[in-house]
């Protein structure tokens, strides 16, 4: 787990002097990292050199960097970097499905957005790589000692959907754009495919040409950043500027398919609103861009905390729990189950597209894989996913329509019961503790997708670290696991270590009971007098009492104790009866 | 106007005031709330926010009856999604010579008065406006300076023309935005680049100061250009006097600042043609 505050700098708006002194400034603020945006336009001007500057000055103060090469809305740069003659061409933009234009309404202009697959677009855009390519390559050919990323991202696909629209609306739906698509099966013509095309071609094309860099790494990163559509422009115009709740709910919903979070416009938040979201950002995203004002504009002694949070938990001895995963077919239109599981378990959630996304660490971790119902499973993929429940305990759910012949005749050589909540479930068991639930089918359509929810996430055993999770406290937590490298295996045994970071959103102060489903031990909190209040010993305990203070990001040290032998026992047994 | 467009920092220095009430815009799609912002009125301490995306809007004024209680607020405005898209698409309007597009603050400017919020302006077919207070009183009050050139005395400059603005902080240091006029409305505006200016320690409030940062402007963007200096203290002054008396106040404020003597200089404007003197007698009078 790596956490990281990073300052965006506008490059553009200073001279070559200012650069330096920009520079220092960050530097003398205790970070080690900087991004900026590069806007495709800037690059085509008589002030170009000023990227250069800005890279040669940023190494040498040992400043590693993060450049992001596709156009973003929001950085503070004309038509977000898109240059003025493409906008002129009505050919040129992206549209709703209704045949509306999209309109960033973020300053400092309100315009249209660009299709990016549009010919002439994507054209452009390949130049101005190959401009970003030399002037680059000229610089790092000096020779540099820090490390440079060159971030793709999802770009404008992500404000391709104007407010109000359904999210199965999410897209461009330009003339240009389907034209794109026409080669591809109608039903595979999806935002995300589109985007992944044009990111791709980014992708590799900068991953071909600073190869020869070892210090340079291009990434890909999917980036939180605010609506820009009608809703902004309502807010601008009403000069009420952002909501710190609803800005937290769509960060922690975003959380499942992006990894970083880049909040623009912090100025008009009170104080202690900005430190909150700022410092609830650091800790569900690990990652966090926030503009050169706002950063500066956080006081020194909540930098200086921001920091310490960042040097404590930046190790690879640490874990943020997320022990769900959703394969989705389009992250930007989530099917019901994916959508019901990202409301229902938030940062714990991760969206992929695709079986390659999931890593060997996931693999080993995860607890529950869920395929969206529509999502293709070849016979491949499903024996890959059938692995994995067979191998380890884990929860596998499909939906029938997402099985082919093949498959569903290999989830029947596997021993299965059925079930009837309402939703019709087919259950198999593996020996190893490895659950497969097929879904057939909602017996009632009275019943709400929430029931399969809880259904899901009990059977997964993904229950909440605390009870108030489920509550309507507004309170959120996310917890992180340390696996200490120098730990004996007899302490190992004992138990293991977590910090609960519980946020509480609310400008009230929140008295919360924590009912944890094991024994644990908290520093410095003492035990209450809830339901499964149960004598101390050696502090330890289940339910614990505690005051949220207002707007507030706590971390809790926590000590678990390892389950005794006999629950394992039960556990090996009881699983079936769980599930009846 | 081009590039140095910190809108946080116009914002923060000229950015609009809070209205005098509290009041609610509704952006409706099909009789449906789609968006929505809940503005705040100087004196209110809650910050609620707006809850109602998603409600079905039939009937208006019910709904008005429901919301002004519901977030206490003095009205509401009700857009048209549709007729916002078509708005928008005026305002956004790609035109053929550079730049592309205006200024945000000269589009937001526009949809104010598109949308019929200004004090006199015309009817609105965007929007309907619903409430106890005319729609001035719950919508965001621009900042005073930024309608310097609204009377007949405006029509004595040039129609094009610059006005830097410079909020001294202190010895060394002050805020400077310049503001592109197109008649009286702002059509744009930047943070000017003075690195090539030795003013450190020089006193900001000495005309032949001040006229170098003028003669600076108007050999950059060739246009002529006014500067107004003023201390932070003055500029909260006029400020919260703006906030509190609304617009006369504060000009007659920094009139009074002006025609002080005997004491520090705390405000110039440079240069200070007769038109320029008329202009400022007449804002404090008229407001």
């Known amino acids: 787990m790596k956490l990281e505050l990073v300052p965006v700098v506008r490059y553009w708006d200073y001279n070559s002097k200012e650069i330096f002194s920009a520079i220092e400034r960050v530097r003398e603020s205790g970070s080690t990292v900087l991004a900026c945006m590069i806007p495709w336009s800037h690059l085509e001007t008589d002030r170009h050199h000023l990227l250069q500057k800005l890279v040669k000055q940023a190494v040498a103060s040992g400043l590693s960097l993060r450049l992001c090469v596709t156009p973003e809305l929001g950085i503070g740069y004309p038509n977000g970097g898109v240059p003025d003659e493409l906008l002129r061409e009505r050919h040129n933009l992206a549209q709703d499905r209704l045949g509306h234009p999209f309109y960033a309404c973020v300053p400092p202009n309100i315009h249209p957005l660009v299709s990016l697959l549009a010919p002439a677009v994507f054209q452009r855009y390949g130049h101005f790589l190959l401009k970003l390519t030399q002037e680059l390559t000229e610089v790092f050919s000096e020779g540099f000692e820090t490390d440079v990323e060159l971030v793709v991202t999802d770009s404008l696909f992500k404000h391709y959907r104007n407010t109000g629209l359904a999210a199965s609306d999410h897209g461009d739906f330009s003339l240009r754009h389907m034209q794109f698509g026409a080669g591809y099966k109608k039903e595979e013509w999806t935002p995300a495919l589109a985007e992944r095309i044009f990111h791709s071609r980014a992708y590799d094309f900068l991953e071909s040409r600073f190869r020869k860099f070892s210090r340079v790494k291009v990434v890909s990163k999917n980036i939180f950043a605010r609506e820009s559509s009608h809703g902004r422009l309502i807010e601008e115009l009403m000069g009420s500027g952002p909501n710190h709740a609803d800005m937290f709910r769509d960060l922690i919903r975003a959380r499942a398919s992006c990894q970083v979070a880049w909040l623009d416009d912090l100025y008009r938040l009170r104080d202690r609103e900005r430190n909150f979201l700022i410092s609830s950002s650091l800790v569900l995203f690990g990652e966090l861009w926030v503009n050169e004002h706002d950063y500066f504009s956080l006081s020194e002694g909540f930098r200086g905390k921001m920091r310490k949070l960042c040097r404590g938990f930046s190790t690879d001895e640490t874990e943020l729990v997320r022990p769900a995963i959703a394969l989705s077919q389009n992250r930007f239109a989530p099917a019901r189950i994916s959508a019901l599981l990202q409301d229902k378990l938030g940062v714990a959630l991760k969206f992929k597209t695709s079986l390659a996304e999931i890593d060997s660490f996931e693999r080993k971790n995860t607890k529950l894989f869920v395929v969206e119902e529509g999502y293709s499973l070849e016979l491949r993929q499903t024996m890959e996913l059938l692995g994995l429940a067979r191998d380890r305990d884990c929860t596998l759910v499909l939906f029938r329509s997402s099985l082919c012949e093949s498959g569903l005749k290999e989830l029947k050589k596997l021993k299965t019961f059925r079930l009837n909540h309402g939703w019709l479930f087919e259950i198999g068991i593996y020996p190893g503790g490895g659950h497969v639930l097929l879904i057939e089918g909602q017996e009632s359509s009275n019943l709400t997708m929430n029931t399969l929810g809880d259904s899901l996430v009990s059977v997964a055993r993904i229950e909440p670290f605390c009870s108030f999770d489920r509550g309507e406290s507004g309170v959120i937590s996310a917890s992180v696991d340390w696996n200490l490298k120098d730990e004996s295996p007899e302490e190992k045994s004992r138990g293991t270590m977590k910090t609960l970071f519980l946020m509480n959103p609310e400008p009230e102060a929140k008295k919360l009971t924590l009912e944890f489903s094991g024994r644990v031990r908290i520093h410095g909190v003492s035990q209450g007098e809830g339901e499964n209040a149960e004598g101390a010993e050696q502090n330890y305990g289940k339910c614990f009492e505690t005051e949220l203070p207002p707007l507030s990001v706590i971390p809790m040290s926590l000590f678990v104790e390892r389950v005794t032998q006999a629950f394992d026992k039960v556990e090996e047994h009881g699983t079936p009866a769980e599930l009846a | ?287």
């Open chain 2, 1 to 287: 106007m081009e590039l140095r467009q910190n809108w946080h920092k116009f914002q923060r220095i000229l950015g609009p005031l809070p209205a005098k009430k509290s009041g609610l815009v509704l952006l409706l799609s099909h009789n449906r709330v789609v968006a929505g912002a809940l503005g705040l009125a100087s004196s209110a301490h809650s910050r609620t926010g707006f809850k109602e995306i998603g409600r079905q809007i039939d009937d208006v004024t019910g709904a008005w009856e429901d919301l002004s209680v519901k977030y206490d607020a003095a009205g509401a405005t009700f857009i048209d999604q549709e007729e916002l898209l078509s708005a928008l698409s005026q305002v956004a309007a790609v035109r053929p010579s550079a730049p592309a597009t205006d200024h945000f603050h000269a589009q937001l400017a526009r949809l104010r008065e598109m949308l019929g919020v200004e004090k006199g302006g015309e009817k609105s077919k965007l929007a309907t406006h619903l409430g106890e207070r005319p729609v001035e009183h719950f919508w965001p009050r621009k900042n005073f300076l930024l309608s310097l050139f609204r009377s007949f005395f405006g029509e004595l400059f040039p129609e094009r023309k610059l006005l830097l603005v410079g909020v001294v902080n202190g010895n060394d240091s002050f805020d400077a935005l310049l503001l592109e006029f197109q008649g009286s409305e702002v059509k744009g505006f930047s943070e000017p680049d003075f690195s090539g200016i030795d003013w450190k320690g020089l006193d900001l409030f000495l005309p032949e100061t001040a006229a170098r940062f003028v003669a600076w402007c108007e050999n950059h963007y060739v246009l002529p250009a006014y500067s107004i200096f003023l201390t932070r203290r003055v500029w909260d002054e006029a400020r919260a006097a703006q906030m509190t008396n609304g617009d006369r106040a504060a000009w007659k404020l920094l009139q009074k600042t002006r025609s002080l003597r005997d004491v520090e200089k705390e405000l110039m404007f440079e240069p200070e043609p007769w038109p320029m003197k008329a202009l400022l007698r007449w804002q404090s009078m008229r407001g």
